[in-house]
């Protein structure tokens, strides 16, 4: 079964960027679909981007496409999401997950392994 751990987060101010870092550790990491998803206080998880288990597909949420760009190494077990132009409305707390499958996928439900989040807080 796969561990997730993230870094990279942190206390930006906006037009700012940051770097998230998703490091697995387990089998068949390249088996995996890999998210990235985020919670802002009060609100509910939601989807920011997606890629497929050979890298070669994503897909984003409509308010962070031309700014986020997630992407895979598998032979560094590790997934990442660049984020640039950010603005107070990216505060949240991001988290990545997997899922064993083909298919990417933007239902949290639908991940099955989840890393336990790095803070990012983006100030105005």
């Known amino acids: 079964q796969v561990q997730l751990v993230e870094s990279g987060g942190g206390l930006v101010q906006a037009g700012a960027s940051l770097r998230l870092s998703c490091a697995a550790s387990?089998?068949?990491?390249?088996?995996?679909?890999m998210g990235w998803f985020r919670q802002a206080p009060g609100k509910e998880r939601e989807f920011v981007a997606a890629?497929?288990?050979?890298?070669?597909?994503?897909y984003y949420r409509d308010s962070v496409k031309g700014r986020f760009t997630m992407s895979r190494v598998n032979a560094k077990s590790a997934v990442y999401l660049q984020m640039n132009s950010l603005n107070p409305e990216d505060t949240a707390v991001y988290s990545c997950?997997?899922?064993?499958?083909?298919?990417?996928?933007?239902?949290?439900?639908?991940?099955?392994?989840w890393g336990q989040g790095t803070q990012v807080t983006v100030s105005s």
């Open positions: 890629i497929s288990r050979n890298g070669a597909n994503t």
């Open positions: 997950a997997a899922r064993m499958s083909s298919d990417i996928d933007a239902r949290p439900g639908n991940y099955r392994h």
């Open positions: 387990g089998p068949s990491f390249s088996s995996y679909v």
